[in-house]
């Protein structure tokens, strides 16, 4: 069992719409929750990370958490043509444990 | 602030040479982290890295793959006699020193073509 799973979608929009992007994880130790986005063919841009279970919110960028049935979300509120791009989680077990295990990624579209 | 630096941007390599990856952390960063993306692939971590320490490499491959971080320069990602399989892109992360090492950057890749 992989221990992040993201559904790679792809997923297309129409601008406006509220975007939702989902991954689940396996293990209960896994602490820190990340979501990356991704252009083609360019590097991982840190999007948002958190801590514990709840919402983190960051301009039309929702992240959630629910610990309890190992869930994590990314809302995307008036998706933009320009948030056109692959999402990816990444979830880590500890603040000093360096590694990030990443979910699959989901292409996303928004169409104008 | 001038973020995750890595070079080359590209490289292409014949079956059996040696590539070599460098990586510049963003300025105040003292944690490096090597990550490989292969196609229809999520990333893959490799080595976790502080200065003249490695911290991590649990997801190195055994064999023709090393990296080091010294004490002055790049960190660099070394794979020797590479094979067709090593094509694909390599990404550097760095975090700060804080301890939060959730808390990655990445940089732009090197993509490796081994013909």
């Known amino acids: 069992q992989k221990e992040v799973e993201q559904d790679p979608g792809p997923l297309s929009v129409p601008e406006g719409a509220i975007v939702s992007l989902n991954c689940t994880y396996s293990?209960?130790?896994?602490?820190?929750f990340m979501w990356y986005r991704q252009y083609s063919r360019k590097g991982p841009e840190l999007l948002m990370y958190t801590y514990s279970s709840g919402n983190k919110e960051d301009g039309r960028f929702t992240a959630q958490v629910d610990k309890s049935s190992k869930y994590i979300s990314l809302f995307i509120r008036d998706s933009q043509p320009s948030d056109s791009a692959t999402y990816l989680c990444a979830i880590n077990k500890g603040s000093t444990l360096g590694r990030l295990y990443f979910g699959r990624g989901t292409q996303l579209t928004v169409w104008p | 602030n001038a973020g995750v630096m890595q070079n080359p941007r590209h490289l292409v390599r014949r079956r059996g040479q040696e590539a070599r990856l460098r990586c510049s952390p963003m300025?105040?960063?003292?944690?490096v982290y090597w990550y490989r993306q292969l196609p229809e692939e999520g990333l893959k971590f490799m080595v976790y890295?502080?200065?003249?320490?490695?911290?991590?490499e649990s997801g190195m491959p055994k064999e023709r793959f090393s990296a080091e971080f010294p004490k002055e320069g790049p960190s660099i990602l070394r794979i020797q006699q590479v094979v067709r399989g090593d094509s694909a892109a390599y990404f550097c992360?760095?975090?700060?020193?804080?301890?939060?090492?959730?808390?990655?950057?990445f940089g732009p890749g090197t993509r490796l073509t081994v013909t």
């Open positions: 890295l502080q200065k003249e320490n490695i911290i991590d």
């Open positions: 300025k105040g960063h003292s944690h």
């Open positions: 992360a760095s975090s700060p020193p804080s301890g939060a090492t959730y808390e990655q950057y």
């Open positions: 293990n209960s130790a896994f602490q820190y």
